[in-house]
């Protein structure tokens, strides 16, 4: 499907927030995802038309990284720390469990496409291990329990809000639109910090 | 003169060796200074150090003070008080050395045995010199399908890729052609090309001759040989004048690739695809004994003495004229220049196999084309006219893409559109208008002592351009450089094998001039008149004419029917349409097959030998013994004597004349439905000497005509839509592209397929043809 | 016992704590005005003066960096500010940015007005979209209060600030290999020198500070050298956030003075989980060589953790108990940079490769003793050789674990197999169950 033109000006705005256009090719391939779901072929012609590119310059960017998707993943895409920490703690367990509860491997999708999974590396909130991000927002303290009652309400399309993030919990598309810096108003939503973060605070001002 | 600025030295010391070099060198290349090998992949003198492979590890202290651990010796420039130690006096560094190898060699298939580089791979050769006896590991070795086309002339077997990054750092450094690059990342990453856009870069075998392993290999010579069964031999590149320095590689007198040689006062140590890929016409349709054309119209084989009999009878007592081929080294062409004075006893002799005017005679005799690669290097800017030099002179275009990436280097080029090499040489583009071109050379301003006007042989299909041009040059004292296509052309007119030149740029209109040659060539006296043109011997002038190598198509559409009602003797290598009209054929030797020289378009000489045995001869030798057959010897009978005698001659001291003609372009008018034709070779097309290559043709740029988008719009066709260019003679029909082409005017590959156009519309440029949607 | 110093975390416990409004309840954005007054090379003198040092991992002189910029070049200058926060266990950049993204606003306004650059990122990792939302919305809430854009507060000063959102890839928090990320190339590091000061963004002058770094400047310009240098030590002056994770009782963040001992940090946690004890630890993240019980009471500054053999690094503490395996431990953090090895240079590509299959074979029991010199060779024949430091961090873990845990590598092999129980290590009863 083509870009629409309201598509392309998002995307003359994007390549305006930098002194040199090339900084923008990687809000553009978030922005591409959150259109078609994943890099597509058109997303890096696209790209490499207005960057004034190679095709062959925009896919080595957006093979190095690895939240650019070469293939379409579900609309709640699931990451599983499997890192040492979140492993120990439980990350091992949930992603082996997760995977046998939906019956797809590593990267797969659900035949409804609405799940997938992904085993991810650490992602700055050990704090609140074992933690599952979907859509790359927070889901604190896990158990295969806790995630396989998440799956199943995104498949079933009522998942459950994440523990720091929005009230409800977006699509893949839509976050994906929020990491190429396009605002979605959500930023009031949620809390501003779990008990793990405001622990110190609490135990300097005398708290147990 | 350019100014020569004064070097820092800088001293240190190598494993206990002092060690002097200028400011700025690499360990690694300082090391190499004393004959101190460090084993290296990703290292490269050309392109920007990249310290990746980290092979080359040294342990380095400075003044003192030891770094705490060991540097990669290919990016720390040497330093005064540095005292570096490699793997023959640090053992630290070389257990670096051998550690790196031995992971390089972790993942790296043992098909030494059936790898194109097996022999010759710096892999392997330096796995021996500075890796372990064995490997520890015992994993499982990572694998890829194999092998990937990256374009129709290169394969990529990933598997073997040491991910030194030479090849995707040449594309883009050197090339400017960034189509392949490293993918993927961490042990996954891979040199790859999207998917719908391959290598078809014009200068991609570099990256298999530079590749450290057998990553990248050329489809035509994939398992065709082993390297230590093949003969090298120095070379010289006979597609264009750019003077690359090659080497031949031959089994069993039969050439079987070819590579860049290395000279860093012409192509460094890069070619081009051609100049790499196209060798094949050496072999086939090849001419191997004399003919002569019987009573019944048909070639009959001949011998020698038979067929020169009949050349000289045919050629004498005969309005006569003769045509050098473009690609004719400079012996040849000198052969060619003193046969038609003395054995001919006319200055009807020309060079251009292509279309020629009687101005550009005159601009040859004014012209000082003095130019170097040099003076682009150092150029303040650089001005390009009718000059298109990635298509024309490959490593023109090279040279000065370095200087546009390193400094910014200003190029202007008069064009009629911005094409793909405008474009990466960021170039201002003079728009070539039809009509306009003279006007507009006269309109550039600002040149200095320090800019290079480059000039192409299309410049004289304007008239009044070249005229323009010496002008330019000449109120500026910007160095002009005269860049003609061909191999054998700025030889060509050094030797005098034009109407109005005689060797060394003696003008045949000067007494002096000739009493000088006539002395050399021991000659009572040479003709006065100022001889004809190619045109003009293939017109009327003549009614018998002896060429060398020209295939009549490059001339004109009517060439091969007007020669072939003359008496004609052709010295060809193999099957033309020469031959179609000859009466006498008398075969000749293929650059390999003969030693000689060709004059790049610097006035640089470059000699080689034959690299391949073979019993043809070089066309002086045949000319020295038509010569004797037609009782007016030439006395040249090697090529050495050839060239002997030329470099004796020398250069002429005399005063060069200026230029009479004027002109001020075409003056066409132009009906709605009408454009104006203009037109140049791309690099890859249907050229004779690309024959055959179907894998170096299959990288060709696409075949289409540009067009403004407001002729777009009228036409209602689409970028890619086809069009239709016809006129009298015929008709082209191929797609479009739209770019910033004048309204009046459309661009046509020359000689490309479904493009050939003297063949078909029988112009290349400055005349109007009809364009319509097809 | 040392006191907690909650400065950047002072307010986190507001429910508004993220927003412009809040923060300036609490006083923010009044450390830019004093900085605005003051002469530029004045606010880098301040910041050298206050012994402020990198929180990103490195420990280098914030004040000094700035200092490194030249100046009167007539070139662009940029800030470039590091929060592709990656290092497994640290934890601390996101939460503060998701409590109070206008403290690092405000100290990237005064860094650049520091060091004279009108243009300064902000560049995040990808895989945290509500942290993207808050700092997104501190951004546009800070030029609609004046504080960047043109004239910022009228003082002269512009300023533009562009959030860029990276899309996973650890070795973008290297600075070289962010700043080829940021111009939108791959993100694999770059030879120095040149050094980013000299040449960094578009090969301008540009500076790359850790979050935390900045975050930590405006409340050095309102309190002052004095009171930053209160806290801390000698040469790791100030407080710093200290996170926490793993076997503890209660895992979270610590802002406390540079010299705390993780024995007071698990005092302040409850402790290591009930009925059971410390195994090892990392006292800055997973590129850090791993600590033991041995090391309760190393001050967790630049240098105590240095002289005892490792790294602060970002101060993130991984805690694990006995129920651990160590060469599970270490396995995954190797594959873990297998996964992030850019794949530039050969040692960390082909290394990190080796050594997982190496491991993997060691945690299955398979190999001898011989194996274990094999594999403290093989990071010999990486650690020091490679391109950036990843591989480095990749082999810290696999030689200090070797140093402390040699036995319970041999355990593996003599018992054809890992012996710890991977469920008794989880937080949940059913972890085994699926």
Known sequence: ?208 | MSTEVTVEMITCVIDGFEVTVPKGTLVIRAAEKLGIQIPRFCDHPLLDPAGACRQCLVDIEINGRAFPKPQASCTIPVENGMVVKTQLTSPVADKAQKGIMELLLINHPLDCPVCDKGGECPLQNQAMSNGRETSRYEGVKRTFEKPVAISSQVLLDRERCVLCARCTRFSEQIAGDPFITLNERGALQQVGIYEDEPFNSYYSGNTVQICPVGALTGTSYRFRARPFDLVSNDSACEHCASGCAMRTDVRRGKTLRRLAGEDATANEEWNCDKGRWAFKYEVKNRISTPMIRNAAGQLEEASWPEALAAAAKGLTNAKVGVLVGGRSTVEDAYGYSKFARVALGTNNIDFRSRINSAEELEFFAAANSTATYKDIDNADQVVLLAFEPEDESPIVFLRIYKQVRKRALKVSTLTPYTSRGSEKLNATVIKMVPGNEVAAISAINGLTGKSVVLIGERLSETPGALSAALELVNKSAAKLGYVPRRAGDTGAIAAGAVANLLPGGRLVSDATARVDVAAAWGASALPTETGLTTNEIIGSGTNAVLIGGVDPFDISAEAKLSLSKKFVVSLEIRESDITDIAQVVLPVAAVVEKSGSFMDWQGKSRKFDSAVESLNRSDVRILSMLADEIGKPINLPTVSAARKEFEAIGNWDGAKPSMKSTGTGASLNVGADEAIISSWRNLLDKGSLQEGEDNLAGTARATTAVISQSRASALSVKDGELIRVSNTYGAVTLPCTIADIDNSAIWLPRNSTNSQLIKVLGTVGNSIVKVSKA | MTKLTPVLSAHWDEPDSFTIAAYKRNGGYTAVAKALAMQPDEVIQMVKDSGLRGRGGAGFPTGSKWGFIPQGDNKEHYMVVNADESEPGTCKDMPLLLANPHVLVEGIIIGSYAIRANYAFIYIRGEVTHVVRRVQQAITDAYAAGLLGKNILGKGFDLELVLHVGAGAYICGEETALLDSLEGFRGQPRLRPPFPAIAGLYAKPTVVNNVESIASVPAIINNGVAWFGGMGTEKSKGFTLYSLSGHVNNPGQFEAPLGITLRELLELSGGIRKGHKLKFWTPGGSSTPIFTDQHLDVALDYEGVSAAGSMLGTKALQIFDETTCVVRAVLRWTEFYKHESCGKCTPCREGTWWLVQALKDLEAGRGTEADLDKLLDLCDNIMGRSFCALADGAASPIISSLKYFRQEYLDHLSQGGCPFDPAASTLFENAGVK
């Open chain 1, 1 to 208: 499907m083509a870009f629409t033109t309201e598509q392309t000006s998002v995307m003359d705005s994007i390549i305006a927030r930098y002194p040199r256009k090339r900084s923008a090719i990687m809000p553009l391939l978030h922005f591409v995802q959150s259109i078609d779901g994943y890099v597509t072929n058109e997303g890096i012609e696209v790209i490499a038309e207005k960057l004034e590119l190679a095709t062959a310059e925009v896919t080595a960017v957006s093979t190095f990284y690895t939240q650019y998707k070469s293939k379409p993943v579900g609309e709640y895409h699931v990451g599983i720390c499997t890192n040492t920490l979140c492993a120990v703690m439980g990350g091992d367990a949930i992603f082996a469990s997760i995977k046998e509860h939906l019956d797809i491997e590593n990267d797969g999708v659900t035949k409804d496409g609405k799940v997938s999974v992904e085993h991810i590396e650490c992602n700055a909130a050990c704090d609140y291990a074992p933690v599952v991000m979907v859509n790359w927002e927070f889901y604190d303290n896990q158990t295969v329990q806790s995630v396989k009652d998440l799956v199943d309400g995104a498949r079933a399309g009522n998942p459950p809000a994440p523990t720091r993030g929005p009230k409800t919990l977006r699509t893949w598309k839509q976050n994906s639109a929020v990491l190429a810096g396009i605002s979605d108003g959500l930023a009031n939503e949620g809390v501003q910090a779990g008990a793990p973060t405001l622990l110190g605070l609490k135990k300097a001002k005398g708290g147990n």
